[in-house]
């Protein structure tokens, strides 16, 4: 098991930046793919990011393409969300999500995938 602590989060004005980190416990954390998922209020969660295990890979959804980046530094147990051009619609609550290795999959953009989950951390981007 593993276990996911979200910072970074807080008010921002439109069109900045801000960067989330996600620190990991438990388990051999590099064997994981990594995701960065958000829920705004009365929608679905949505994979935004995610990134394999060797940080090689990533995928994005459509929403944040061009605006946000997910890295990863295994020898620090961490990943991590550049956000910037930062807009309204992305005020949610963003979660760091774990997809263990027994899943097989290389970059998860399904919250289907993963099976560990942060508590999340708010994130208010101010017009």
């Known amino acids: 098991q593993v276990q996911l602590v979200e910072s970074g989060g807080g008010l921002v004005q439109a069109g900045g930046s801000r960067r989330l980190s996600c620190a990991a416990s438990?388990?051999?954390?590099?064997?994981?793919?990594m995701g960065w998922c958000r829920q705004a209020p009365g929608k679905e969660r949505e994979i935004v990011e995610a990134?394999?295990?060797?940080?090689?890979?990533?995928d994005y959804a459509d929403s944040v393409k061009g605006r946000f980046t997910i890295s990863r530094d295994n020898a620090k147990n961490t990943v991590y969300l550049q956000m910037n051009g930062l807009k309204p619609e992305d005020t949610a609550v963003y979660y760091c999500?774990?997809?263990?290795?027994?899943?097989?999959?290389?970059?998860?953009?399904?919250?289907?995938?993963?099976?560990?989950w942060g508590r999340g951390t708010q994130v208010t981007v101010s017009s």
């Open positions: 999500a774990a997809s263990p290795p027994e899943r097989r999959v290389v970059v998860a953009m399904s919250v289907y995938e993963y099976d560990y």
């Open positions: 990134i394999s295990w060797s940080g090689v890979d990533t």
């Open positions: 438990g388990r051999t954390f590099s064997n994981y793919a």
